[in-house]
Structures are given as structure tokens and as C-alpha cells.
């Protein structure tokens, strides 16, 4: 069917059916093209076993990073950055528990207690370099533990070492071109 509008352009109007699928197939082609990032076995919300969990302080974990694979980065992507936080701990003022950065672009996962060569690990909540395993409090729900890949614009080496997370976040500002997050649950 075509109908003319008042400024006489005519116009092709596709069948409701047609123009639905149509728009259904575009959100799939970019659902299918987008950043993501998972944990493999692990759905979004999935818990952690124990392996993951602290050493320290009777957590009873081997403090072993988890593995995450992230697929489609954008073009443009020189690094990649990697925190894992949980806005749980610390009384809901939240705990720093993994700052990576200076991933290789050509980087597409991180295996299970893993860090990239060339990669800088920064520090955790304690101030150490490197991986800190949950260690919620006995009896608390599980907490949410946020695993984020940034794709950056920089370097591998353009940052320096021993960031916070906060600090990371300063200096990548206006650097991100895609970010994707997964959550992971822990308690005991």
C-alpha cells in the first residue's frame, strides 16, 4: 500500500505483521552483536563456589579469581580494564575486590586465578595488588559481586600501576567505549 503524505512524498507502509518482525530482527541482530561478558557456567546472578571465596579469615576459599570471557568488543578497543565489586560489603558502602587493567585487546578471557601477561593487577580493598575473594559475613544473604570489562581507547601501558578503583575510573573517564557487566553471587 502507498499513501501520500500532506507534503505529497509517498510513502510505503508494510503490513503490522511484516514491520513487527522486521523490528524484531533488528533487536536481535544487535543483541547478537553486542559487548558481553559472563563466567562460564555461571548465569547472571549465579553463585560462586568456595574456591573463589578469601583465604584469610576463615573465609574457607583458595582465593582463586573466577574465569570471564567477553565476546563482540568494539572497534576500537586498545585494552581492557576488569573490576569486581561488591556493593553489599562494608555495610552498603560496597568492597573493592579485583582491579585489572592493560589487558591485551586481543584478550578475550580470563582463566580461573589468571592474570594477562603485560596486564597490571591494581589494588583491592586492602591496598594489595591483585585478587581478593568474598568473604560476606556468616549468616548475611549472598552478596552481589559485579564483574565489569571496560573496552578502552588506551594503550595497554598507558596507565601507571597500583590503581584503586576509583582512581582507575578517573583515568579512564572519558576513555570507555563499552562497558558489559555480569553478577555473581556469594554467601556462606
Known sequence: MIRSSRFGVARRLLPVGVSAALALAMVHARAA???VV??????DGGML????????????GANVSPVLQWRNAPAGTKSYAV????????KGLGIVHWVLYGVAPSTTSLDAG???PGSVAGANQTGA???????????DNPHHYVAQVYALDLPPDA???GLTREAL??????????ATSTVLRYGR
Do not use: M, W
Open 33 to 35: 552483536e553486542a559487548f
Open 38 to 43: 559472563s563466567s562460564p557456567g555461571l548465569a
Open 49 to 60: 563456589d568456595s574456591s573463589h571465596a578469601a583465604s584469610a579469615n576463615n573465609c574457607g
Open 83 to 90: 573490576t569486581l565489586f561488591d556493593p553489599d560489603g562494608g
Open 114 to 116: 589468571g592474570q594477562p
Open 129 to 139: 595488588a591483585g585478587y581478593r575473594g568474598p568473604c560476606p559475613p556468616v549468616g
Open 159 to 161: 596507565l601507571p600501576p
Open 169 to 178: 575510573h578517573a583515568a579512564i573517564k572519558d576513555h570507555v567505549i563499552a
